[in-house]
């Protein structure tokens, strides 16, 4: 590890102009790569205290022995060369997108004397023309096939098409009509090559033309009593709406554009790009990179459009580009964008209408990109069980943690606070063993406390089982009494989301047959937080004399591992199983948290005084509120006027009567702008 000191630059050697800098390692090696618009700025900030960096910066500094750089005349110039070193050096430390396959494209081969039409993966290559990409070669080979009626074009293979000339006989699309056989001499170079270029006009988007222009050869053709040609005009005008509807209209202006879209976590991220061309997507990719480098979103957003467009010219850089966030320097890019099509090319963040909703669809499909890369390792038995492994060895445990139990606290603003309890077993969610908790011990927002309530509620549970079912000869005495079983009026709710695996025969049950909630403890405890929460669980198991369950915690921002008692945290290698596996339970329990605290919160809003009416089921509350208009109305109704309710019989409209007398009468909502009482006017909800 070398020190940064050791060859930084002496003051006043680096100039404060614009340019692209190397990181090498000690065998020469470039490990980073990056541009900045003002050098001697940029580089201070990595030469500066190692606390004060970023881990992954901090890394990168301390794996390097030198740097050096290169100044240039603009920022543009920067990007450009910025782009050029990372595909020559191919940087360690560098963000580095990875398809997450490889794409077909639909090419037409212009560079040829007779362009041909076919799917191709890989490199572009000079001198074809490509739309898409698609999601299936055969979706192209669909498209292609109903083209292939009004622009009959070439797609034989070389060795085909040379057979074909010596033989002086078409191949069989030759015959049928869907290749005009140039091999033959059908037509010359020159109209096939017109062919092609038709073709490639409407795949780009301008169909309108084509179509009305077959639509007025059809009707001049019927006008002249020429049906069989009208006739055939009128297939071609159908194959080409079919092979139109193939793409989805999203964007009613007839829009060529780009949308990316970026998810990310702390260690990986995922880009969704969707190609829209004259208002249609016309192609969709994706890419999935480990954010080796300390980058945010407008930093993935300028290394995705580096990645993009680097080699293309011309058409195949849209007019308009939008993003989720601005790179850090937006006129740069752009005007870098404008040198690659030859003309203006718009950046920015779409606010509002289609563009914005069409955003939101790819920002979904970005998640579920990244989702479904980090969930793939769970399906692999090999995968799972190293993982747990390393899990093991990080912490020190005695063996591979096969059930693994995560807590999270959720609340809004110290409100509604509530904790989540998610298991995981042989690396895999047990869905049927989540549990939900409500905090109860006190009020208001603190989250170490909340987690000591939390672990200590469960593990009491556990005890408690344990005792009842004579596990134990006697029973230890913890710090903290332990209720009887059954008397937790705090106990936790069981999820609304049961595991549809059937339960092992020698599962043990409660007496009525139903699996026991905390029968079983875990090998491991894992809490979302740093130092103060694990060791706030951790007292909790003390007070309870267990000791023979670890404890660590997650801490989010830094993805750090803490254990009881330790100053230092344990950091797992970026490209640990292991991390992955803790990131996943953690996230889960977020998520189950998450979930739990809102519906409390939209139910506690829409309580309404009718509820504590016994009963009173949610047709009639509806029928009452319909009836007068508000709860207001119907508080101030009489007993005989609820009872012309439909439904709603005298004791019932007694019943109605006590639970609206009783409530207090809310404070009058005012109009802060102008003073005056707003009368209560809708369903009678109150908070």
Request: net charge negative; charged share 30%.
């Amino acid at each position: 590890m070398a020190d940064p000191s050791s060859y930084r630059p002496k003051p006043g050697q680096i100039p404060d102009s614009p340019g692209v800098y190397k990181f090498r390692d000690e065998h020469r090696r470039v490990i980073y790569v990056g541009k900045a618009k003002n050098l001697r700025q940029r580089l201070a900030n990595y030469f500066q205290d190692l606390a004060a960096l970023h881990p992954r910066t901090r890394t990168m500094v301390t794996t390097a022995a030198s740097v050096e750089w290169t100044v240039v005349s603009t920022e543009v110039e920067a990007l450009q060369l910025e782009y050029s070193w990372i595909k020559e050096f191919d940087p360690r430390f560098n963000v580095k997108y990875r398809d997450d396959k490889s794409y077909p494209y639909l090419a037409v081969t212009l560079d040829e004397e007779f362009p041909r039409v076919q799917v191709m993966r890989g490199a572009k290559k000079k001198g074809v023309r490509y739309f898409g990409p698609y999601g299936h070669a055969w979706a192209i080979r669909e498209t292609v096939d109903l083209m292939l009626r009004v622009f009959p074009v070439r797609t034989c293979s070389a060795g085909v098409f040379r057979n074909a000339a010596r033989t002086g006989r078409p191949c069989l699309l030759g015959y049928i009509g869907k290749c005009s056989a140039p091999c033959v001499g059908r037509v010359t170079p020159e109209e096939h090559r017109e062919l092609a270029d038709d073709f490639c006009d409407f795949m780009a988007g301008r169909t309108g033309t084509y179509i009305r222009r077959l639509e007025k050869d059809m009707m001049a053709a019927a006008e002249e009593m020429e049906y069989e040609r009208a006739a055939r005009l009128r297939d071609d005008v159908e194959a080409l709406k079919r092979a139109m509807e193939k793409s989805a209209v999203v964007l009613a202006d007839a829009t060529d554009a780009d949308l990316i879209a970026v998810a990310e976590d702390e260690l990986e991220a995922a880009v969704q790009i969707f190609h829209v061309r004259g208002g249609r997507v016309r192609g969709q990719r994706g890419w999935v990179t480990d954010k080796v480098e300390n980058v945010d979103t407008s930093g993935l957003v300028e290394h995705a459009l580096q990645q993009l467009y680097g080699e293309e010219t011309g058409d195949s850089v849209p007019k308009e580009v939008l993003v989720p966030a601005l790179p850090e320097d937006p006129d740069a890019v752009s005007q870098w964008l404008a040198g690659r099509r030859g003309s203006q090319v718009s950046l920015r963040i779409p606010q509002r209408g289609d563009k914005k909703d069409l955003m939101a669809t790819v920002q979904r499909n970005a998640q579920q990109a990244l989702g479904l890369h980090k969930t793939k390792r769970a399906s692999d038995l090999t995968t799972r069980s190293r993982a747990l492994e390393e899990i093991a060895e990080a912490l020190g445990l005695d063996t591979a943690p096969l059930r693994i139990e995560c807590f999270d606290i959720s609340h809004l603003q110290g409100d509604d606070v509530v904790a989540s309890m998610v298991v995981f077993e042989d690396g895999l969610a047990r869905k049927s063993e989540y549990r939900r908790f409500q905090i109860k011990g006190f009020e208001g927002q603190d989250d170490v406390r909340s987690m000591h309530e939390v672990i200590g509620r469960r593990f009491k549970r556990y005890l408690q089982e344990k005792e009842r079912t004579g596990e134990w000869e006697e029973t230890p005495a913890p710090s903290g009494p332990v209720p009887a079983p059954g008397a937790d009026t705090a106990a936790p709710e069981t999820t609304a989301a049961p595991d549809t695996a059937s339960e092992p025969d020698a599962e043990p049950r409660e007496d009525d047959g139903r699996p026991k909630r905390f029968a079983y403890p875990p090998q491991l405890v894992v809490v979302d937080g740093g130092q103060p929460q694990v060791a706030a669980a951790k007292r909790a198991l003390d007070e309870l004399g267990i000791d023979d369950i670890a404890v660590c915690g997650l801490a989010k921002r830094l993805e750090e591992v803490w254990l009881p008692e330790d100053d230092d945290p344990v950091v797992l290698p970026r490209s640990s199983e292991g991390l992955y596996l803790l990131q996943r339970v953690r996230d889960e329990a977020h998520r189950f948290a998450i979930t739990y605290q809102r519906a409390k919160r939209t139910k506690r809003i829409r309580s309404s005084p009718l509820d504590a009416v016994a009963g009173l089921g949610e047709t009639r509350k509806q029928a009452l509120i319909k009836h007068f208009g508000s709860v207001k109305k119907l508080k101030q109704a009489t007993i005989d006027e609820i009872c012309e309710v439909p439904g709603i019989g005298r004791r019932t409209a007694e019943s109605v009567a006590v639970a609206l007398a009783s409530t207090a009468p809310a404070a009058p909502a005012v109009n802060t702008a102008t003073g005056e009482i707003i009368e209560e006017n809708d369903g009678g909800s109150t908070t």
